[in-house]
Nanobody
Framework: QVQFMESGGGLVKPGGSLRLSCVAT????????MGWYRQAPGKQRELVAL???????NYADSVKGRSSISRDYAKDTVYLQMDSLKLEDTAVYYC??????????WGQGTQVTVAS
């Protein structure tokens, strides 16, 4: 059973930065892409960024150019660096594993609030 340990969320001012971290244990991560989705109140969960085991990245257009996803294979950890944060980045951010068949496994989520 996969377990996630997410950290790095919190309250940030517009224009600020944060770094989300997620450690995933209990699975052979060589078979998974890792990444982050988010869900704002009243909205559907949406992709933020994913990184494959081979290091191929995919970003939502809304964060492209101000976010960077990376992966530490030795630590089973995925990071999301987000800069130039906007009010609309406020959401619960969920760490995820995506299998090669497309199945998704989710962390419990961490709140990111962008407010002045």
């Amino acid at each position: 059973q996969v377990q996630f340990m997410e950290s790095g969320g919190g309250l940030v001012k517009p224009g600020g930065s944060l770094r989300l971290s997620c450690v995933a244990t209990g699975a052979d991560l060589s078979f998974y892409a890792m990444g982050w989705y988010r869900q704002a109140p009243g909205k559907q969960r949406e992709l933020v960024a994913l990184i494959s085991h081979g290091g191929v990245t995919n970003y939502a257009d809304s964060v492209k150019g101000r976010s960077s996803i990376s992966r530490d294979y030795a630590k089973d950890t995925v990071y999301l660096q987000m800069d130039s944060l906007k009010l609309e980045d406020t959401a619960v951010y969920y760490c995820t594993l995506r299998s090669q068949m497309g199945g998704m496994t989710w962390g419990q989520g961490t709140q990111v609030t962008v407010a002045s």
